[in-house]
């Protein structure tokens, strides 16, 4: 892999990490409202997925979508005047945190319905499906989203037609705050794709590397016409499920130990030093380059304009 | 103009759509192999193939949302549910992604789709599969709710829907299948949101559609040897609605009766009275009256069903009581 790449994936997680902090702090000064999900501790999911896949790839994820935006393109700008409802934002103010999209990227939303968007997934699949295109439609959920039957019904109607879709659960082992095994039949969510015959792997998601790896490997064999492919990736939430969660279903401790010992980031700045691939100062001065972008992107956000009152009445109908 | 039933028109705009326009599929539970269960699509698995005609699990929210998401890349697909019952299995998917969509991503969604659902009582199929909820589709903005009475109006009218870039709710009746009327030969378009006089009058006003435009011209027809002429407005989109030929037949007659199947309460007769009452309260010479299904689960025994559902003798009584 070319050092650009390395480079380029470490640089999207912190910018994802800079731009959750700052997101953060705006909600506690009251500038976003609605709910605020945050992507901090996951990075090394979506960057590692979305990073081998090819423009003709679509993407689309649940609520907790900003740094899947970033990930799929959009920028930082737009991403963050969407926080704070602006006209600049990626859905012009009319969706908010959890309805990112462009579909110019090939980003096909934020969705907040949990699993509702997994049918929607299979729709996008069968549409490359029919009109004879390549392309793999990826489709990211929460551990929560696998024990509604959306999931199941999309899950099953992928194999059934055989579908170009590459499902990728993020078990980040709380469904709000409720443990995986308080909520689901079994733990190890992959064996839910066993049971509609659906090849599959499980992931450590703090590795970004072995994301990488698994979801090359996976986009691989969906394009190839096998069919859909099941990849369940080990992560955790630094933060709370939203913001205002008072945390009570988990203990510091754990959390302190993810952040100390899991780090994504963390882990994947040792590794790129460790193995000669990127010295310190380079990622310190990538890290400091994400900071600046991500001030600027609260600048533009903050000045950028209201949505006109005439907005409320467009994109009701097409015509 | 040859005369056709509800079914022939209905398949005939489908298959026609196909023809002209290859990005058109179909998809529902035992639309292809079985021919569908209302033998709609029947013939069309073999002329069209397997691609086109798509066999469903019984699985309401992955059809609907499988729909939303071919539409979304360009497909124009038209999903059928085996009768608007099974749409509830399908809501989210329906109300909260097909309606809302192009608004909450700012226009980047597309949504060129129809679903196509078989509604309304009095085939004795009990409680859970003989509703009319039609009012409770048209409540939300985003869809388009559309319900033809004449086999003209759904072959005018499907086929503006499939040609529609919204998302479109095509509701059938389902003892309407053998309903007969004259269609014009060879393409045609209705386009949807324009309420349609069905035949005139001057002394009441019925506002109805779907089963209710049936029932209605029966009653007219029997009002009429009585001397009163009523005019029957058609209303065969729910929404958007079109008040226009509505409001101006009330200020001709002063007088309006709303039928349709569903319940009456926040029904679409609440609808078109608030309308009429905010629109031309000063033509109002009584007050304006509902006939609607009884306020109780449909029940299985036909001669309760039928005692639930609107009859042709509610309408003339109805029409009585506001001259």
Same mark, same amino acid.
């Given at each position: 892999m070319?050092?650009?790449?390395?480079?380029?994936?470490?640089?999207?997680?912190?910018?994802?990490?800079?731009?959750?902090d700052? #997101?953060?702090?705006?909600?506690?000064?009251g500038?976003i409202?609605?709910?605020?999900?945050?992507?901090?501790?996951q990075?090394?999911?979506?960057?590692?997925?979305?990073?081998?896949?090819?423009p003709?790839? /679509?993407?689309?994820t649940a609520? /907790?979508?900003?740094?899947?935006?970033i990930?799929?393109?959009l920028s930082?700008?737009?991403?963050m005047?969407?926080?704070?409802?602006? #006209?600049t934002?990626? $859905?012009k103010?009319?969706?908010?945190s959890?309805?990112?999209?462009?579909?110019k990227?090939n980003?096909?939303?934020?969705? #907040?319905i949990?699993?509702?968007h997994?049918?929607?997934?299979?729709?996008?699949?069968?549409?490359?499906q029919?009109?004879?295109?390549?392309?793999? $439609?990826?489709?990211?959920?929460?551990?929560?989203?696998?024990n509604?039957?959306?999931?199941?019904?999309?899950?099953?109607?992928?194999?059934v037609?055989k579908?170009?879709?590459l499902?990728?659960?993020?078990n980040n082992?709380?469904?709000m705050g409720t $443990?995986v095994?308080?909520?689901s039949?079994?733990?190890?969510i992959?064996?839910?794709?066993?049971?509609?015959?659906?090849?599959?792997?499980?992931?450590?998601?703090?590795?970004?590397?072995?994301v990488?790896? %698994?979801?090359?490997?996976?986009?691989d064999?969906?394009?190839?016409g096998?069919g859909?492919?099941?990849? =369940?990736?080990i $992560?955790?939430?630094?933060?709370?499920?939203?913001?205002g969660?008072?945390?009570r279903y988990?203990q #510091?401790?754990?959390v302190k130990?993810?952040q100390?010992?899991?780090?994504?980031i963390?882990?994947?700045?040792?590794?790129?030093?460790?193995?000669g691939?990127?010295?310190a100062?380079?990622?310190?001065?990538?890290? /400091?380059?994400a900071?600046?972008?991500?001030? =600027?992107?609260v600048?533009? %956000?903050?000045?950028?304009p209201?949505?006109a009152?005439?907005a409320l009445w467009?994109h009701?109908?097409?015509? | 103009?040859p005369?056709?039933?509800?079914r022939?028109? +209905?398949?005939?705009?489908?298959?026609?759509?196909?023809?002209?326009?290859?990005?058109?599929?179909i998809?529902?539970e035992e639309v292809?192999?079985?021919g569908g269960?209302?033998?709609?699509?029947?013939g069309?698995y073999?002329?069209f193939g397997?691609? !086109?005609?798509k066999?469903?699990?019984i699985?309401?929210?992955? +059809?609907i949302?499988?729909?939303?998401?071919?539409?979304?890349?360009?497909? !124009?697909?038209?999903?059928?549910l085996?009768?608007i019952n099974?749409?509830?299995?399908?809501?989210d998917?329906i109300?909260?992604e097909?309606?809302?969509?192009?608004?909450?991503?700012?226009g980047?969604?597309?949504?060129?789709?129809?679903? !196509?659902?078989?509604g309304?009582?009095?085939?004795?199929l009990?409680?859970t599969?003989s509703?009319?909820?039609?009012?409770?589709f048209?409540?939300?903005?985003?869809?388009?709710v559309?319900?033809?009475?004449?086999?003209?109006d759904?072959?005018?009218?499907?086929?503006?829907?499939?040609r529609?870039?919204?998302?479109v709710?095509?509701?059938?009746?389902?003892?309407?299948?053998?309903?007969?009327?004259?269609?014009?030969?060879?393409?045609?378009?209705?386009? +949807?949101?324009?309420?349609?006089?069905q035949?005139?009058?001057?002394?009441?006003t019925?506002v109805?559609?779907?089963?209710?435009l049936?029932?209605?011209?029966?009653?007219?027809?029997?009002?009429?040897k009585?001397? +009163?002429?009523?005019?029957?407005?058609?209303?065969?989109s729910?929404r958007?609605?079109?008040?226009?030929?509505?409001?101006e037949?009330?200020?001709k007659?002063?007088?309006a009766?709303?039928?349709?199947?569903?319940?009456?309460?926040?029904?679409v007769?609440s609808?078109?009275?608030? !309308?009429?009452?905010?629109q031309?309260?000063?033509?109002?010479?009584?007050?304006?009256k509902r006939?609607?299904?009884?306020?109780?689960?449909?029940?299985?025994?036909?001669?309760?069903?039928?005692?639930?559902?609107?009859?042709i003798?509610?309408?003339?009584?109805?029409?009585k009581?506001?001259?």
């Amino acid at each position: 892999m070319e050092k650009s790449v390395y480079l380029e994936m470490f640089y999207q997680m912190v910018v994802i990490r800079r731009l959750e902090d700052a #997101a953060a702090q705006l909600y506690q000064q009251g500038k976003i409202g609605g709910f605020l999900h945050l992507y901090i501790g996951q990075e090394a999911v979506s960057t590692g997925l979305i990073s081998p896949r090819k423009p003709q790839d /679509r993407v689309i994820t649940a609520y /907790r979508d900003h740094g899947v935006a970033i990930n799929c393109g959009l920028s930082s700008n737009e991403v963050m005047a969407e926080l704070l409802g602006k #006209a600049t934002g990626c $859905t012009k103010g009319k969706g908010g945190s959890m309805h990112m999209a462009d579909v110019k990227k090939n980003f096909w939303g934020g969705h #907040a319905i949990v699993g509702a968007h997994l049918p929607l997934a299979a729709g996008l699949a069968l549409g490359d499906q029919y009109q004879g295109s390549d392309g793999v $439609t990826i489709c990211m959920f929460g551990d929560g989203a696998t024990n509604i039957g959306y999931f199941h019904e999309g899950v099953n109607l992928s194999k059934v037609w055989k579908l170009p879709v590459l499902w990728v659960c993020e078990n980040n082992l709380y469904g709000m705050g409720t $443990t995986v095994e308080r909520a689901s039949a079994v733990s190890e969510i992959r064996q839910k794709a066993e049971g509609y015959g659906i090849p599959n792997e499980r992931v450590d998601g703090m590795d970004i590397l072995a994301v990488r790896r %698994a979801s090359a490997k996976a986009l691989d064999y969906v394009r190839a016409g096998s069919g859909p492919y099941f990849l =369940e990736i080990i $992560t955790y939430r630094f933060r709370g499920h939203s913001m205002g969660d008072p945390e009570r279903y988990r203990q #510091a401790e754990e959390v302190k130990c993810w952040q100390e010992e899991n780090d994504p980031i963390g882990f994947y700045h040792k590794h790129l030093v460790d193995n000669g691939i990127a010295s310190a100062d380079e990622l310190a001065a990538l890290d /400091r380059k994400a900071a600046q972008e991500i001030a =600027e992107a609260v600048r533009f %956000a903050e000045s950028s304009p209201e949505p006109a009152p005439e907005a409320l009445w467009e994109h009701i109908y097409t015509e | 103009m040859p005369r056709i039933t509800m079914r022939e028109a +209905i398949s005939q705009a489908l298959w026609e759509e196909m023809e002209r326009d290859p990005k058109v599929f179909i998809l529902g539970e035992e639309v292809g192999v079985w021919g569908g269960t209302y033998a709609v699509t029947k013939g069309f698995y073999d002329h069209f193939g397997e691609k !086109r005609v798509k066999d469903t699990p019984i699985a309401e929210a992955a +059809i609907i949302g499988a729909a939303i998401g071919a539409a979304m890349t360009g497909q !124009r697909p038209v999903a059928e549910l085996m009768t608007i019952n099974f749409a509830f299995s399908a809501m989210d998917h329906i109300v909260n992604e097909a309606a809302k969509l192009h608004y909450m991503f700012a226009g980047q969604f597309v949504l060129p789709m129809v679903i !196509r659902a078989v509604g309304g009582g009095g085939r004795q199929l009990g409680a859970t599969h003989s509703q009319t909820p039609d009012a409770v589709f048209a409540h939300f903005p985003g869809l388009k709710v559309v319900s033809p009475g004449t086999p003209e109006d759904a072959k005018g009218l499907l086929k503006a829907a499939i040609r529609s870039d919204d998302p479109v709710l095509f509701i059938e009746h389902a003892t309407m299948y053998q309903v007969r009327g004259e269609v014009p030969d060879g393409d045609f378009v209705i386009p +949807i949101g324009k309420s349609k006089v069905q035949r005139p009058g001057k002394d009441v006003t019925i506002v109805t559609y779907s089963k209710g435009l049936e029932i209605s011209l029966k009653a007219a027809e029997v009002l009429a040897k009585e001397g +009163i002429e009523v005019e029957i407005v058609d209303l065969r989109s729910l929404r958007p609605l079109d008040m226009e030929p509505v409001i101006e037949s009330f200020k001709k007659t002063n007088r309006a009766v709303i039928v349709e199947e569903g319940w009456k309460s926040y029904g679409v007769g609440s609808e078109v009275a608030a !309308r009429i009452y905010e629109q031309a309260f000063d033509y109002v010479d009584a007050p304006v009256k509902r006939v609607a299904q009884k306020e109780v689960p449909l029940p299985y025994n036909r001669t309760l069903e039928q005692l639930a559902l609107p009859q042709i003798a509610d309408v003339i009584q109805a029409v009585k009581e506001v001259l």
